[in-house]
């Protein structure tokens, strides 16, 4: 039963189709490029091609970063982190915190890309994050995720304009819950076969039912994601601290009680992360120290979920003597409500909760999202068949709903064909670009739309295959054989995931369905015999 | 009001004043939201409640049969929050 009248309804669904119409061919590109960015850790460590297994928190480094920190200016010892992507690029950044003219919270030092085995330096560079150079290595994976986050627009614009999709999204998902008069029995829906438009609807419905939740929380998440250092951070610091962002982060952050500014040595890092691992159970993932070089330097040690547990944990040492001090909540120094449930926030909109086979269930239920937005598009637009404006929208949306999965093949060739080259981010951009100009091209000169479909699908298929190829081949990937031996499984997973959408592109390509295929076959008739 | 008239004013109620509520609303949060034993709740929930701070005046404007009525009502809200945005400038 439906909680609004009939003209709320009437009012809803214009909310509802209206927002998709205008926004839902963008709001698809950034929940499909989301739903591939679920997997970004993986994609890093395959395109890396096996090479950053060597895990640098797991290895002496104490002596190489005090050699690299000391001589710094003091203003970058207020905080010093050390994190290892997936790809297996180690950078370790040296900083302090600043407020630009313009009243914007940065964090300004120096940042070294360092070799995981030598630790010798790759890259060295001054300045605030977004003066960097991509890293060359996980130049895929930070395309994806980027495309995702900001659709690759500068900052904030790229952030305001996800942030508006999420609400775009939140609202689509609220009008969603209001109009469903029968949710229970939606969820159970079997696809008519009367009408292809009813059976698109049904479909549409049945989708769209067991992605609500889902979508629900997405949005809500992103649009937090998107606006909380754009818009919420400014604000909040300008009501509460008389606009002074760094003073709201600090506070937010938490800060120690007590500030000793005199000269100590750090302590012996290796030794610091030894007992952390042994403490925990885990591997570390990221460390930070603040106040490096003074009596009340802290280190804090980030792990990943231990075994059996869902989210991971920051446990603090006195970075002057060792001594281990507890476990640190996200925000604040003590345990609080609003720290516990911000700690939420990233693995419900990540699904990195639960390893893996929450990462399959995000990544299906965020392609059910895609499939709600297409044939929702697809039924607004067949609705309205008779108008010119429609049809010509009903084409856009083959060419975006393919085009995008193109573009991303695209940019992974080109990352393939360009690394290690000089400059393998501005290959995978042009890649996509590319990509995503060919696949305009196919939609406008071909005309009919089941040739049209079937292309696409066999491009894909085609890509799909050759990505593994590629990455061996072109990349200086490892082979299956030497990833075996490394113990390297998610690769091969990745490999194999990209041979089964490829092989599931071509099935659809020669018209083979999961339907058709469990369909029973008609019973034989008995030959008629001419009468005698 | 006419039927234009009506479907303008939803327009702006939904769109640009539910937005300008909803950074309100967020502004004012750190006033009246408990600080917690970390002094941090009333600074992590404004930002984390601002998607609902939009969520609830958007669905409200859609769904109001009385438009006056939804205009009032995020007039008042709006006003309050402006008040506790100025009652912490005066404390900081």
Partial sequence: MSIANKAQSKRLLAVHGWSAVILGLFLYVVVLTGSVAVLSHEIGLWSGGGH???????????????????????????EVSLFQNAAGSVFLFPHGHETTDEGSFVEKGVRYVLDPVSLEILQREEGTRSDFAPDHRSALDRFIVDLHVRLHAPNPWGLFATGILGFVMLSAAISGIILH??????????????????????????????SLPFSFILAFTGAFFSFAGTIGLPIVAMAAFGGDQVKAFEAVRGTPAIEDERPAPIYDLDAMLAESKERVGSTPQFLTIS????????????????????QGSNHVYNAATGAYEGVKPLFGEKPSLGSAVFAWVGPLHFGNFAGLMSKAIWVALGLATCYVTLTGLQLW???RHESAVWRSMSRAIPIVGYGTPLGLLGAAFAFFASYPGPNPAYWTAVGFIAASIASIIMGLTIRERTQLSRSYQGVLAAGLVLLPILRVTLAEGLWWPQLISQGSVIIITMDLLMLVCGLGC????????????????????PLMQPAE | MTWNGRLIARWVLAGPAAFVL?????????????KGASNIDHLVFAIFLFPAYWAIPFTFAVMAEKLWRASAIFLATGLISVLMIAQMFNQT
């Fill in chain 1, 52 to 78: 950053g297994h060597h895990n640098v928190l797991e290895h002496p480094l104490h002596d190489r970063i005090v050699e690299l920190v000391d001589p710094l200016d003091p203003a970058y010892h207020e």
């Fill in chain 1, 181 to 210: 008069k029968h949710l229970i029995k939606d969820l159970f829906v079997a696809p008519r076969l009367s009408g292809l438009l009813l059976n698109r609807r049904d479909r549409h419905i049945l989708a769209g039912s067991w």
């Fill in chain 1, 291 to 310: 106040n490096w070089g003074r009596a009340d330097a802290k280190l804090t040690v980030f792990h990943g979920p231990a075994e059996g547990k869902i």
């Fill in chain 1, 381 to 383: 637009t067949q609705r």
């Fill in chain 1, 506 to 525: 071509l099935a659809m390509v020669l018209g083979i369905t999961f339907e058709r295929a469990v369909a029973p076959r008609p019973a034989k008739q």
């Fill in chain 2, 22 to 34: 909803a950074i309100l609303l967020m502004a004012a949060t750190p006033f009246w939201f408990p």
